[in-house]
């Protein structure tokens, strides 16, 4: 396939300034210039793209309109015609102590910690255990676990980089317990990169003011998750097992007489039954929503991202935080389209390469933050014009890969960053000479459930980790913060979890919220339509048939389908 | 538009897309058969054959451009042994592997694992370095495996590549790989109390000097 021709003598452009810029240095932007070009270009700031809550704990605030329709949607159960009381009569299909909803990393994690803190648990997830977002992170996990590092550091570019919003006790876990997360995955058999002695090889990030990213090549997410899932999956014969059921999301949560957390209602995707599970805790580790695909752009998220999580967190009466926020990865593929805005990792960046517009010059330094970065070459391509555009009408940016090879030896590109060589190398282009097109893309939920540091939340007994939750990033979160993440606060609520679950008695659930709920949704006026949890996204054509029924659609599918 | 063959049924679907997205096109909703859709997962092992021609072909569907022609079968789920082990427990050599998959030895080396995988892993090479006891070599050379299965669902011996490497690689980077001495410093340091000081003293800061802070901090080069 390769690239067109008229692609091609951009290219020729990059080529040339290339030797030039080998040594030269973008200048950074000071702090008063990332204000600004994040005020005028970052799509969080684009006020037409959100509205106001009109129901429940978050009434009032801020929110994307695709989050504020999940939201306030009608629960599915109700719109499925369920009795809910026939559903809370039902003999459980299984008890356990710790109900886990989610199998990527913030689960697994947990789990485990749950398990070996006495806790019988049950995981349970909407896709396969491990098919998260997660396994799809590339370039790798930040630990301030070097000499001329320190967690103070670490602190400092946190808050920094989310904008000094950051809830400061959850900064202070993160990078207080980042380096027991490495030495524990380490422990569990994570290849991480390393010197012949021992020394974890570490690079940049993104708003990084030391070499803390550490890596397994460009597989970070998917060895850290294949890892932990194994280890789970050890544990599945232990005195006190760990359990795993997939295909069987949750579609709403259960609570006790005393309105604390008491289980959850599943949904078998293979048989269309529901299942219920009595619990003594849950803890929701169910990831992020890039799949609502907020302001129609595409995402790089796994096909489970529909941010089920905050859903049913909100309908018992959790309140949710920085939901206003979320991350456009600068390095979203713009180019084939084949593969558009699929993720290419910052580690490209961090290893050296640079960015640079259709006459090939640079016009950012490549390491800003990622909501700075991005808001850049949005204005490169808007404001000046100098965006390269793809015969699909596509904007983009030259992201100057070759140059790692140069600044780091030959062989580097192919030994650091095998999963993008294949990534491109299927479609015809070499990441070893060749600059990639590049344009953001819709990558991570900044904020989502309130949590303290011990993961619980404002509703006793509910635990939340990983991406559905809110508050450690503020309103940006550096690369390689997510994978560390994960381990800290899923570790966090396996462990208060177990706690909590040896001292309660198990109450009898019910499902008398939703009654409250759809009484709130009627007194807000809100009408019948979309019900949630989402579950999945529907990629499928519509035909001229469901198009007679709904003709609204036509236009929502449309866009749907383009940005899929 | 192109004509592809889903389950057996012929569909029309518009040139250049992913296999994944011809499914889709064609009217179906994925449950199983999908996950990361971006070649990370294995979720999608895809095979498939071309009219007028014998070869059985492997893709990923969410990686790989539809041609006038095919004919697809999705595997949506293949079952695949997993011994009861605990890392703990085990060491790191052949034997242990041995042991633990002893089909391993009944690799006659007919080399349909390494045709059928989408990542391009010399899965033979791999499963030779097992039996050699060359763990460190079979778990670099195995490392890029994202677990789809397609060889698992060729194999003439029954072997499970994947999980025999990923064990390989979990026993490598717990045993084989050196430890990080600098981890194991910063932990003592940690369990001894420092930087509690420092980062209570970062939480209390007025913002303005945290902002101050955070400005002149210096950048390793």
Known sequence: ?564 | MVDISILGQRYEVPEGLTILKALEWSGFQMTRGVGCRGGFCGACGTVYRLSNDHKLYYALACQTVIKAGMILGEIPFFPAQRPAYKLENLEASGEALIGLYPEILKCFGCNTCSKACPQGIDVLNVMSAVIRGDLPSAAEASFDCIACGLCVARCPSDNVPPNVSLLVRRLYGKYLSPPAGHLRYRLQELEGGSYKAEINGLKSAPLTELRQQYAVRQIEE
């Open chain 1, 1 to 564: 396939m390769s690239y067109p021709a008229e692609m091609k003598e951009s290219i020729a452009k990059v080529e040339a300034s290339r030797p030039a810029r080998q040594h030269q240095a973008f200048p950074k932007l000071d702090p008063q210039e990332r204000e600004d070009i994040l005020r005028t270009y970052h799509p969080d700031y684009i006020s037409g793209a959100f509205r106001e809550i009109r129901v429940g704990p978050n009434k009032g605030d801020r929110a994307p309109h695709e989050l504020a329709n999940a939201l306030e949607a009608e629960p599915l159960l109700i719109r499925d015609g369920f009795s809910l009381k026939k559903i809370v009569q039902q003999e459980p299909d299984a008890k356990c102590d710790v109900l886990v909803i989610g199998g990527g990393g913030a689960g697994a994690s947990a789990a485990l910690l749950a398990q070996e803190n006495g806790a019988e648990v049950l995981i349970s997830t909407k896709l396969r255990f491990g098919d998260a977002n997660t396994m799809m992170a590339q370039g790798g996990i930040q630990a301030a676990d070097k000499d001329n590092d320190s967690p103070a550091l670490h602190y400092l570019d946190v808050m920094g980089g989310g904008a000094f919003a950051c809830d400061p006790d959850l900064v202070e876990a993160l990078v207080m317990d980042a380096p027991k997360v490495i030495a524990w995955l380490e422990s569990l058999g994570v290849m991480f990169d390393k010197e012949p002695d021992g020394t974890m090889r570490t690079i940049h990030g993104g708003g990084t003011s030391r070499k803390r990213m550490h890596a397994a090549r460009d597989y970070t997410g998917a060895e850290i998750m294949r890892v932990l899932r194994d280890e789970v999956r050890s544990r599945a014969g232990e005195p006190i097992p760990i359990r795993v059921w997939e295909f069987r999301p949750a579609v709403e949560l259960l609570l006790d007489e005393k309105n604390r957390i008491a289980g959850a209602v599943l949904k078998d995707l293979d048989t269309s039954r529901l299942m219920i599970v009595h619990a003594r805790a849950v803890i929701i580790a169910s990831g992020g929503s890039g799949r609502l695909h907020y302001q129609g752009f595409p995402t790089t998220n796994h096909y489970g991202a529909t941010g089920d999580g905050l859903v049913l967190a909100y309908r018992v009466g959790a309140r949710l935080s920085f939901i206003d926020t979320m991350q456009y990865h600068p390095t979203g593929a713009a180019y084939p389209e084949q593969i558009l805005g699929q993720l290419v990792t910052e580690k490209v960046r961090g290893l050296g390469a640079q960015v640079c517009n259709a006459d090939g010059e640079q016009f950012v330094y490549p390491l800003e933050t990622r909501d700075v970065e991005a808001a850049a070459f949005i204005r490169e391509c808007t404001e000046r014009s100098k965006g390269v555009v793809t015969s699909t009408g596509q904007m983009g940016v030259w992201l100057d890969a070759p140059l790692i090879d140069l600044l780091r030896g030959p062989g580097t590109i192919a030994a650091e960053l095998p999963a993008m060589v294949r990534q491109f190398n299927r479609f015809g282009i070499d990441l070893a000479h060749e600059p990639i097109l590049v344009y953001p893309t819709l990558h991570y939920q900044n904020g989502g459930v309130s949590i303290r540091p011990d993961a619980g939340t404002s509703i006793p007994g509910l635990f939340v980790a990983g991406e559905a939750s809110g508050g450690i990033h503020g309103r940006n979160r550096l690369m390689g913060n997510s994978l560390l993440d994960i381990c800290v606060f899923g570790r966090r609520a396996g462990m208060a979890a177990a706690l909590l679950a040896k001292d309660i008695a198990p109450g009898n659930p019910h499902l008398a919220h939703l009654d409250e709920w759809e009484h709130l949704r009627r007194e807000a006026g809100l009408e019948e339509g979309q019900a949630s949890p989402i579950l999945l996204p529907d990629y499928t054509r519509k035909t001229s048939l469901v198009l007679l029924r709904h003709p609204s659609i036509e236009e929502e599918v449309a866009g749907h389908f383009k940005s899929n």
